[in-house]
């Protein structure tokens, strides 16, 4: 084991010690394959992470119509995706944007592992800060219902803080696009859309091999994930109001893929009622889930 594998593992045991959780193997295993991925690309020297405006290879082009719009240095890196304790087990892969961590003003925010100390929970799933967002909330609300639960249970508020941090534990959270450019919501440029799936997102796939990729908008999201059609090979794609899905494949791995509307848009339990009748149609075999 080399020294960056070393040094990111006695971080990431770190930032469980204030719990009674112990960070697992397979949580180990896999954040160091994404950091060799980061490593080789380049966007990753030691644990340092240099900003992507500089550093990635494909900055040229995908800065080229937002020269003014870069993010301070301190935040302007890659971040390794939270990973689960408990993710190997379930395998539903989370994916959107420009997600809590990268809207935040606080300046602890950023860095190789902020999304490690957003979302980190005890063995007792009991919730931690941020668990109780509404960003929290409405993921595990999907998650809820993908694995067979009542769309009901979001209605009338069920799910308490510490079943939203068991689901958590059974995730993991990508971001579609690594750069956050500051002004106009952080949108991501279409040079960043255009290359950010194929350089980073299909090799972090292939690292977490998801049963379900479930991504979070209809509009921006949706339309741009299915540029992976080429570099991920889609199987189908079939859109329906609140829920697009589809299938595709991943070095050999077959990754149903769930779009839904984002918890930041305020009809977003609009996806609710047709995600639950994916699920029960997953259940019985009639996808391809």
């Known amino acids: 084991m080399g020294r960056r594998e070393k040094v990111l593992e006695a971080e990431l045991r770190k930032r469980f010690d204030a719990s009674s959780a112990q960070v ?9 394959e994404i950091a060799s991925l980061y490593e080789s690309a380049g966007v990753l020297d030691g644990l340092e992470t240099p900003p992507l405006h500089r550093s990635c290879n494909r900055h040229c082009e995908c800065w080229k119509n937002a020269s003014n719009r870069k993010p301070n240095d301190a935040r302007a890196g890659i971040g390794l995706p939270w990973i689960g304790r408990k993710y190997e087990s379930h395998r539903i892969a989370i994916a959107g944007i420009n997600t809590p961590v990268r809207e935040s003003g606080d300046p602890e925010f950023g860095g190789l592992l902020a999304q490690w100390e957003i979302y980190e929970s005890d063995e007792l799933g009991t919730a931690r800060r941020y668990k109780d967002s509404d960003f ?7 998650v809820h219902v993908l694995n067979g639960g009542s769309p009901e249970d979001v209605r009338q508020s069920r799910l308490t803080p510490s079943k939203t941090a068991e689901y958590w534990a059974g995730c993991a959270l990508l971001e579609l696009v690594k750069c956050s450019p500051v002004g106009d919501r952080s949108a991501p440029t279409e040079e ?23 991504v979070l908008g209809l509009s921006k999201s949706s339309e741009r994930v299915s540029l992976l059609r080429e570099v991920g090979g889609w199987d189908r794609f079939d859109r329906r109001k609140g829920l697009h899905t589809g299938t595709i494949k991943v070095d050999g791995h077959a990754t149903s893929v769930v779009c839904v509307y984002h918890p930041g848009f305020y009809g977003w339990r609009g996806s609710l009622d047709p995600l639950a009748e994916y699920a029960i149609a997953a259940a019985q075999g009639r996808t391809s889930r």
Request: hydrophobic share 55%.
């Open 24 to 32: 697992s193997s397979g949580q180990i295993r896999m954040a160091q």
């Open 192 to 214: 960043m859309w255009n290359v950010c799936l194929g350089e980073f997102l299909v090799g972090e796939l292939a690292v977490l091999q998801p049963r379900v990729l479930l």
């Open 136 to 142: 929290a909330y409405a993921v595990s609300a999907y």
